[in-house]
């Protein structure tokens, strides 16, 4: 038994960590950070360690699964391909090519085939019923940024190896390990900003890891971030602390600010968040007189309901005081393949989902509207469904209303190796090879991460005889959808193509020489030259972003009520929705609990460990309570991405490992109205004891 040691970059979240597997007869053995790789030093997470059991899964599909009325059964790939060609083209001629939607999920982005290679096909299928992740996750960040800096993906992050002041809101990176911010090895980069001298303050519901490592942590009513926002906003404006410097050279509007924050003080806003006007008043002088500082908010600011709002003032935030493409602010980045200047810029709006007029945001409609455009009859129905890399009944709201749309549906085809909660529906399911089956390079999350670096890394293992990538799972439909004779290209040509065309000239041959990637540096200014405007100005106050701020200051009129306010958590061993099928990930103590204040469960005579019902507008669930001081009163969570409890699933493990689906409870009639997102987070329930 000879061992072999293969290197490569975790394709499971954004942190983009070097791996160390150890491999023996074709197996894998052990998996270890990559102490010689130049961005992630070593660091790796128990999910990492994992990624065996995801290739050595039983349970996952090798062939292609039909489902007849008898069950499931394994197809040859060809028959397979023809199958659903047929199938869709009868659907779209019977009824036209918006009959047949597409959903596709977070692998998406994380996968080199598909995110190279899905394009294509969605094109073949002239469908304008394009849905994904996207719209109950960064869609608010898209629409920002699209509006000020004329590119839905330039997308700032914070120099975090160079700040010295790191404002949060809603985000828990020592969980997460960042989001719109790759940045392995967080707990350490947070300390060394407190080491230099630097502070950590983060706004937060719950006190959470990251929180616990701050030096300030703020309770914040959900949704409420907004009114803080634009209070500090105000802040510096009233005291002459907002300081642009050279990027006013080149951003319009900065003299609508002072009329557009004038009502919202510190005093004004406090009731509303429970966030005191001292502390608002602190912090804005803070921030301001910083040597340097970013705001960076995440998911919690964005899968709320003023989602877009809440993204654009913290945009404003980092402009006014200078810290946009400053060193130690708000940077972006220079990626060694550039896909920025290749991929669309965004649109806004050109059409509408029938039901109910959501807008197109770069062509693709809000998730929320998927279920009730399968299930409202009429002209422009979907009758159609293909889901790539996605499980949007676990991970989209109201869950279970899709969970029936889609037992409705004249034919569904998935690309997925899972028969999970969504692709049990399919007709057709198509299993692509595994993460260690292709090769890899994080096409996206170079754009996004807190150092420019760069790193390929080639298939560990041969591919399964009865498998295919995810590349060629597109590549063959899309030859057969589109009737032309293309010659599917693998994603490797593109990739190449792009490092050679990009800003540092990179050979791939020379790359895939160091297995532990290549550093390039820290992020460097790019303003206004990177700009996408044609101006090349920054747009500092978009009027369809704006103009939201009447609906925040209503916020101010609300009566504060006793209804208890539901969030999401993530989970150091889960990963969205599909990684529970892996004992080492599961086991333990049942993760899916209720964490409620103890104040607000005394008040309900509910203790610790009791089982009890969940309800909102849209469903009923059980779960057991977690009573932690750690929750805000008025606050409970509940961790997303579980709910393994349909029988003709095949995830064994994860189905002995159920939990409840919080997305049974989130509402799909609750949406951040600017960019139709999900506003997943802040919904009224109520808790109660079972029986
Ligand atoms: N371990 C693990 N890591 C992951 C994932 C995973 O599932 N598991 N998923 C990956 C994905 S797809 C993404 S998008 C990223 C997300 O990365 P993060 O944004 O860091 O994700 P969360 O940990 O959900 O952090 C959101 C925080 O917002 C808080 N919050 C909720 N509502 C509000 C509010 O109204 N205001 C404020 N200020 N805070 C609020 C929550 O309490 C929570 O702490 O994580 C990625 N990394
Ligand atoms: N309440 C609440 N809901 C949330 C969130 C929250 O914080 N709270 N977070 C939201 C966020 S940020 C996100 S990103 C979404 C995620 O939502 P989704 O993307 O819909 O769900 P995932 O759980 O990521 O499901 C991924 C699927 O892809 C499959 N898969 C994995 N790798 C590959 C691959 O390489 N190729 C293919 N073809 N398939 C693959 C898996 O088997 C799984 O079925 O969930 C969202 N839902
Ligand atoms: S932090 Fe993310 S990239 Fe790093 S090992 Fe864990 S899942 Fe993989
Ligand atoms: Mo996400």
Avoid at 78 to 99: C, V
Avoid at 206 to 232: C, K, W
Avoid at 301 to 320: D, E, R
Wanted: glycine share 8%; hydrophobic share 40%; with cysteine.
């Amino acid at each position: 038994m000879t061992e072999q040691i293969h290197y490569r970059t975790c394709p499971l979240c954004e942190a983009m960590c070097g791996l160390a597997i150890t491999v023996a007869d074709n197996a894998v053995r052990q998996i270890r950070g990559d102490q010689a790789d130049p961005f992630s030093r070593g660091h790796i997470c128990p999910k990492g360690s994992a990624l065996g059991d995801i290739h050595h899964d039983p349970d996952r599909l090798r062939q292609p699964l039909q489902r007849r009325a008898d069950g499931w059964h394994q197809i040859d790939w060809d028959e397979a391909f023809d199958y659903a060609a047929t199938q869709l083209k009868q659907l779209q001629a019977r009824y036209g090519p918006d009959a047949i939607a597409i959903y596709q999920g977070n692998p998406s982005v994380h996968n080199l085939g598909t995110a190279l290679g899905a394009g294509a096909f969605v094109r073949s299928l002239r469908t304008k019923n394009r849905f994904s992740a996207s719209s109950v996750d960064q869609l608010p960040h898209q629409l920002v940024v699209y509006h000020m800096y004329g590119h839905q993906l330039m997308l700032p992050v914070p120099d975090l190896d160079r700040t010295q002041f790191l404002l949060i809101f809603g985000a828990n990176p020592a969980v997460s390990n960042g989001s719109i911010m790759s940045v392995p090895d967080i707990k350490r980069r947070l300390k060394a900003i407190q080491q230099r001298g630097g502070q950590i303050v983060v706004f937060d519901p719950r006190q959470t890891e990251t929180a616990q490592l701050a030096d300030q942590h703020y309770f914040i009513q959900p949704g409420s971030d907004g009114l803080v926002l634009a209070a500090l906003i105000h802040t510096m404006l009233k005291e002459g602390w907002a300081k642009p410097d050279r990027l006013a050279g080149f951003t319009k509007g900065l003299d609508q600010l002072e009329f557009l924050f004038e009502r919202f003080s510190p005093t004004v806003v406090a009731e509303a968040t429970g966030v005191a006007a001292d502390t608002i008043l602190q912090l804005a002088h803070d921030f301001a007189h910083a040597s340097s500082a970013v705001c960076y908010g995440r998911i919690g600011v964005s899968i709320q309901q003023f989602g877009t709002l809440s993204q654009w003032l913290i945009q404003v935030l980092n402009i006014i005081t200078g810290n946009l493409d400053r060193e130690g602010g708000s940077m972006f980045t220079t990626p060694a393949f550039d896909t920025l200047p290749l991929g669309s810029k965004g649109n806004v709006g050109r059409w509408h989902t029938r039901v109910r007029q959501l807008p197109e945001f770069a062509g693709e409609l809000p998730s929320a509207a998927l279920a009730e455009e399968i299930l409202t009859p009429g002209e422009g129905q979907i009758r159609g469904l293909i889901t790539s890399a996605g499980n949007p009944v676990l991970s989209t709201p109201n869950g279970q209303q899709l969970d029936q749309a889609l037992a409705g549906l004249d034919f569904m085809l998935s690309i997925d190796f899972y028969v999970n909660e969504t692709t049990r529906h399919a007709h057709l399911i198509l299993p692509p090879s595994s993460p260690l089956e292709h090769d890899h390079y994080d096409v996206l999350f170079h754009n996004l991460a807190i150092r420019n670096t760069a790193k390929y890394s080639p298939a560990l293992f041969e591919i399964d005889q009865y498998a295919r990538h995810d590349w060629q799972i597109f590549g063959e439909l899309t030859q057969r959808m589109s009737e032309k004779e293309d010659r599917i290209f693998p994603p490797k040509a593109m990739l190449e193509r792009g490092l050679r065309s990009g800003p540092y000239a990179i050979q791939l041959s020379e790359l895939a020489q160091q297995p532990h990637g290549i550093d390039l540096g820290p992020l460097q200014p790019r303003l206004p030259e990177r700009l996408f405007t044609e101006d090349k100005q920054i747009q500092l106050v978009p009027p369809a972003i704006a103009s939201d701020l009447d609906r925040l200051a209503g916020l101010l009129q609300q009566v504060p009520t006793k209804q208890l306010r539901l969030i999401s958590r993530r989970q150091l061993r889960s990963n969205n929705s599909w990684m529970h099928n892996s004992q080492r990930l599961v086991k333990g103590d049942d993760r899916c609990t209720l964490q409620i204040h103890p104040s607000d469960a005394a008040q309900r005579q509910l203790t610790h460990g009791q089982h009890v019902k969940l309800s909102s507008r849209v469903g009923t669930i059980e779960v057991a309570l977690e009573v932690s001081e750690l929750m805000m009163p008025g606050v409970v969570s509940l961790p997303h991405g579980w709910g393994h409890r349909y029988p003709d699933t095949k995830i064994q493990i994860a189905q002995a490992h159920a939990g409840s689906s919080i997305n049974d409870l989130t509402d799909d009639q609750a949406i951040d109205p600017l960019s139709g997102n999900a506003a997943l987070n802040g919904i009224v329930v109520e808790v109660e004891a079972i029986g």
